[in-house]
């Protein structure tokens, strides 16, 4: 495990040295050779998959690949949800399993797995010396692994490469169940290009202004409201995770555009004691997202003739596709939470806590 560097008491410089590398390890990703996979896995025609913190985000985003690029079956299950006796499992199904670096809360999903499956599949990033370590009682013949960086990710509370390489793992994996060329490393290499401090999607600067000034607290107080449209709002989870590890913020709240009428506006227009604040996400290829983001600023334009005041900021994307607008949302918003966090001060070493969350995070069951 990395130890504290004095010169780096807040830990900013050792992640901006680990943003520097996410290109990287994500190019290199393309050029080596994916693991084999066993026939265990290959014929499989059912999936259960969970990941809890940031690993959600990649059992999530696995579960939709499946279910849009595949003829096989998937569905996300929560960690508690394997705890419930009414919890049943087919045979048939293989349990998949994120974690990035086996907390023991994934270790009691583990120890469930070999009772209850088969075959399970873990994405981690330790490698198999780590694991055997850390889980003597892991059973070899049951447990295959796909690794993806960073080996040791550790030090700052935010990781910044896993969550970017687990989605790509998770593409190379899915890739191997269809002819679909799902990725292209020239599209990837753009993608990341796009999105370097020098050259960020149409909206970043207001909005990253807006964060930094943090006028009446509008961001930090919280909750502010995040505007997506599908497939994006169902793997966005990593978003929110950016903002509560990186900056101790609340988590923002996420809505479709369509079911933000449905509740959120009305309870938006109760507040009238302070400002509130709404970031729109649209795909400008998509006509639908350039609508209904209008249709809402105009809902929002109506509020504030009243004397509650609503801030709308738009991020307009410029990947259309589910596989490279995930990187372009991590790669804008690791450098949005990283300046932010800079000039705050968040500590990142010696974080609020440290130490105090071991009644549920060394839970294992």
């Not at 913190?53 to 499946?66: D, M, N, P, V």
């Not at 087919?90 to 990035?100: E, G, H, P, T």
């Not at 292209?184 to 993608?191: D, N, P, V």
Request: charged fraction near 15%.
């Amino acid at each position: 495990m990395a130890t504290s560097n004095t010169n780096d008491p807040l830990g900013h410089g050792l992640i901006e040295q680990r943003l520097s590398q996410i290109p990287p390890f994500l190019l290199g990703m393309l050029e080596d050779i994916f693991p084999a996979l066993s026939s265990s896995i290959l014929d499989a025609q059912s999936f259960i998959i969970t990941g809890i913190g940031s690993s959600e985000a990649h059992a999530r985003y696995l579960t939709l690949l499946i279910n849009l690029y595949t003829d096989r079956q998937a569905l996300f299950i929560g960690f508690t949800g394997f705890t419930r006796l009414t919890t049943r499992f087919r045979s048939n199904q293989m349990l998949i399993l994120f974690s990035q670096g086996l907390s023991p809360n994934a270790q009691m999903i583990l120890k469930y797995g070999q009772e209850n499956f088969s075959h399970i599949l873990v994405f981690t990033s330790m490698n198999d010396e780590q694991m055997k370590r850390k889980c003597s009682w892991i059973d070899k013949e049951k447990i295959e692994t796909i690794q993806f960086p960073l080996n040791d990710e550790y030090t700052t509370l935010i990781r910044v490469i896993g969550p970017a390489c687990g989605f790509l793992a998770v593409i190379l994996f899915v890739q191997r169940f269809t002819n679909i060329r799902l990725i292209e490393k020239a599209k990837l290499q753009t993608t990341l290009i796009k999105n370097t401090p020098s050259s960020l999607l149409l909206g970043y600067s207001i909005l990253q202004q807006a964060m930094i000034e943090d006028k009446n607290q509008q961001f930090s107080r919280g909750p502010f409201h995040l505007i997506l449209s599908s497939p994006l709002i169902d793997v966005c989870q990593n978003l929110l995770y950016k903002f509560v590890e990186g900056l101790y913020w609340s988590s923002p709240t996420v809505y479709d555009y369509l079911q933000f009428a449905h509740g959120p506006f009305q309870q938006l227009r109760s507040l009238t004691d302070r400002s509130t604040a709404i970031v729109c996400f649209v795909d400008s290829a998509n006509l639908l997202d350039v609508e209904l983001e209008h249709r809402l600023r105009q809902m929002i334009d109506e509020c504030n003739k009243q004397p509650q005041l609503v801030h709308i900021y738009t991020l307009y994307l410029s990947s259309s596709s589910i596989i490279y607008s995930i990187f372009e949302l991590e790669m804008v918003f690791n450098q949005l939470i990283f300046e932010i966090m800079c000039k705050r001060q968040c500590q990142q070493i010696d974080w609020p806590g440290k130490g105090q969350d071991q009644p549920l995070y060394a839970f294992s069951g």
